[in-house]
């Protein structure tokens, strides 16, 4: 008896001593396997699995700059990381992935950011040749000779850019609560005041040491178009759309645009004016003219084309320019200099810091046939 108790004891030991050597087995993988969680977790990552060890070792030295004021070899580091042209002048570019959120934000806000071509080069100006007259062709008898028919003609359109800035100021009690995501934070003040200084400009701004904007150019009734000016159609009335068939000037306004450009075309306009448009109807009086449009923003459509709101339109009055219509993608160019820098300053106020963020950009009218404007006006 006392044979198989003791026979019995050492199996139950063994038994044990078995489960708890495979369960110390389990802890030790669930321990490396948390250590590589850890480890992953706690390295910096640019948003992309495909950084270099510049980039990583770039973040890490911006983000001590950010919070510290420490930029120990940061310019080392900054010329092997970022492989795009720069000119810091005194200050660091922003992480690639803080760029893309000012561009992405910037984009949201503004229509023209939206819809017009947005392009980035490395100087201080953007040039493009546009085509004005193409050849025509000629038929030549049997036998006749033909001769030399007209050449295309060319223009040059030049684009500068300007420079811009956004000063956001941090308490110095912020940047040291690490808890705060300080890159997305900057980010997204420095690019809702970019977008909304340049949405302005791509509007109603004079070129004088800023973008020119679209109701910036001259001016002329459509009949009279030439290349170098803005061709509208007047709306019927003096301060708003004619009281009778008033949606047959905005079809006078579709027509008034080439057909090359229509594919693509949209309309865009302020709220205000919108809320008039949404209000006509059909000869019948029966069906609005504008229809909502699931897969577009807000504005919908009008005949068939997107209406883009854009509050930098000017409301309806006397010889406004309230509604725009075109396609704005052929017709209107934004121009960013390459990179956006970054300059800290905790000196000028005690117990703040400024991040001074710097972009240089321009846009203008690259293609005058492909928009059209409506004026409100009897002619």
């Given at each position: 008896?006392?044979?198989?108790i003791?026979?019995?004891?050492?199996?139950?030991?063994?038994a044990?001593?078995?489960?708890m050597?495979?369960?110390?087995?389990?802890?030790?993988?669930?321990?490396?396997?948390?250590?590589?969680?850890?480890a992953?977790?706690g390295?910096?990552s640019?948003?992309s699995?495909d950084?270099?060890?510049?980039?990583?070792?770039?973040?890490q030295?911006?983000?001590?700059?950010?919070?510290?004021g420490?930029?120990?070899?940061?310019?080392d580091?900054?010329?092997?990381?970022?492989?795009?042209?720069?000119?810091p002048d005194?200050g660091?570019?922003?992480?690639?992935e803080?760029?893309?959120?000012?561009?992405?934000?910037?984009?949201?806000?503004?229509?023209?950011?939206r819809?017009a071509?947005?392009?980035?080069?490395?100087?201080?100006?953007?040039?493009k040749?546009v085509?004005t007259?193409?050849?025509?062709?000629?038929?030549?008898?049997?036998?006749a000779?033909?001769g030399e028919?007209t050449e295309?003609?060319?223009?040059?359109?030049?684009i500068?850019?300007?420079?811009?800035?956004?000063?956001p100021?941090?308490?110095?009690?912020?940047?040291e609560?690490?808890?705060i995501n300080?890159?997305d934070?900057?980010?997204?003040?420095?690019a809702?005041?970019?977008?909304?200084?340049?949405?302005?400009?791509?509007?109603t701004?004079d070129?004088?040491?800023?973008?020119?904007?679209?109701?910036a150019?001259?001016?002329?009734a459509?009949?009279?178009?030439a290349?170098?000016?803005?061709g509208?159609?007047?709306?019927?009335?003096?301060g708003?759309?004619?009281?009778?068939?008033?949606?047959?000037?905005?079809v006078?306004?579709?027509?008034?645009?080439?057909?090359?450009?229509?594919?693509?075309?949209?309309?865009?306009?302020?709220?205000?004016?919108?809320?008039?448009?949404?209000?006509?109807?059909?000869?019948?009086g029966?069906?609005y003219?504008?229809?909502?449009?699931s897969t577009?923003?807000?504005?919908?459509?009008?005949?068939?084309?997107?209406?883009?709101?854009?509050?930098?339109?000017?409301?309806?009055?006397?010889?406004?320019?309230?509604?725009?219509?075109?396609?704005f993608?052929r017709g209107?160019a934004?121009?960013?200099?390459?990179g956006?820098?970054?300059?800290?300053?905790n000196i000028t106020?005690?117990?703040?810091?400024?991040?001074?963020?710097?972009r240089?950009?321009g846009?203008?009218i690259?293609?005058y046939?492909?928009?059209?404007?409506?004026k409100?006006?009897?002619g």
């Open positions: 008896m006392e044979h198989d003791q026979s019995a004891l050492t199996e139950f030991k063994g044990v001593t078995g489960r050597g495979q369960t110390e087995a389990q802890i030790a993988e669930l321990r490396k396997q948390l250590d590589a969680v850890e992953k977790a390295r910096p640019l948003g699995p950084v270099s060890a510049e980039q990583v070792a770039h973040k030295a911006f983000d001590k700059y950010l919070r510290k420490e930029d120990s070899g940061l310019s580091i900054q010329r092997k990381a970022m492989n795009t042209g720069s000119d005194g660091y570019l922003v992480l690639p803080m760029d893309k959120t000012i561009d992405r934000v910037a984009a949201t806000v503004s229509t023209m950011h819809l071509d947005v392009v980035t080069i490395g100087t201080a100006r953007y040039e040749l085509k007259a193409g050849m025509a062709m000629r038929r030549v008898g049997d036998g000779t033909g028919t295309p003609k060319f223009a040059k359109i030049a500068d850019v300007h420079t811009s800035e956004v000063e100021w941090v308490y110095n009690e912020t940047l609560d690490s808890f300080l890159e934070d900057l980010a997204n003040e420095a809702i005041a970019f977008a909304e200084g340049g949405g302005s400009e791509f509007i701004g070129g004088v040491g800023k973008a020119r904007g679209i109701l150019y001259p001016v002329v459509n009949a009279s178009y290349w170098g000016s803005v509208y159609i007047a709306s019927g009335k003096a708003a759309f004619t009281s009778v068939a008033p949606a047959d000037k905005i006078d306004l579709i027509a008034a645009l080439p057909i090359v450009y229509r594919s693509g075309a949209s309309f865009v306009m302020n709220d205000t004016t919108l809320s008039v448009v949404r209000q006509m109807k059909d000869g019948s029966s069906y003219l504008w229809q909502p449009d577009q923003p807000f504005g919908g459509k009008l005949l068939g084309y997107p209406v883009e709101v854009d509050n930098n339109m000017p409301d309806i009055s006397a010889g406004s320019y309230s509604v725009a219509f075109g396609n993608k209107y934004i121009v960013n200099r390459t956006t820098t970054l300059i800290r300053d106020s005690k117990g703040q810091t400024k991040f001074n963020f710097r240089r950009f846009g203008g690259v293609n046939e492909a928009i059209r404007l409506m409100m006006a009897t």
